[in-house]
């Protein structure tokens, strides 16, 4: 199971922290983070392996926003710097036992967090 926390309303420029609490059984290759603004479809963020660390970013959040984990607190980090009104969304993680680089396809994630709501204001 996994909990996504840390959304909230910002203004433009600021930075938030988003986590994802992992429960039970770590059996998934990565989490990913996907966020889905109103009225539009879900869009990669990022993701993260597991094991290894290594890491996906999708283009409009490079050189902002960075995924981290701790595999001993079970807990996927988001921390998203120099927000903008277009980074408005809800944020949702996800676990996926795929190959990291189909990561920004929303098909290969097979458990969903809530989702937490980020807002940006201009």
């Known amino acids: 199971q996994l909990q996504a926390s840390g959304g909230g309303l910002v203004q433009a420029g600021d930075s938030l922290r988003l986590s994802c609490a992992v429960s039970g059984r770590t059996s998934f290759t990565y989490v990913g983070w996907i966020r889905q603004a109103p009225g539009k479809e879900r869009e990669f963020v990022t993701a993260?392996?597991?094991?290894?660390?290594?890491?996906l970013y999708a283009d409009s959040v490079k050189g902002r926003f960075t995924v981290s984990r701790d595999n001993v607190k079970k807990t996927v980090y988001l921390q998203m710097n120099s927000l903008k009104p277009e980074d408005t969304a809800v944020y949702y993680c996800?676990?996926?036992?795929?190959?990291?680089?189909?990561?920004?396809?929303?098909?290969?994630?097979?458990?969903w967090g809530q989702g937490t709501l980020v807002t940006v204001s201009s």
């Open positions: 996800a676990a996926s036992n795929a190959i990291l680089s189909a990561a920004h396809r929303s098909d290969m994630y097979h458990t």
């Open positions: 993260i392996r597991w094991n290894g660390g290594s890491t």
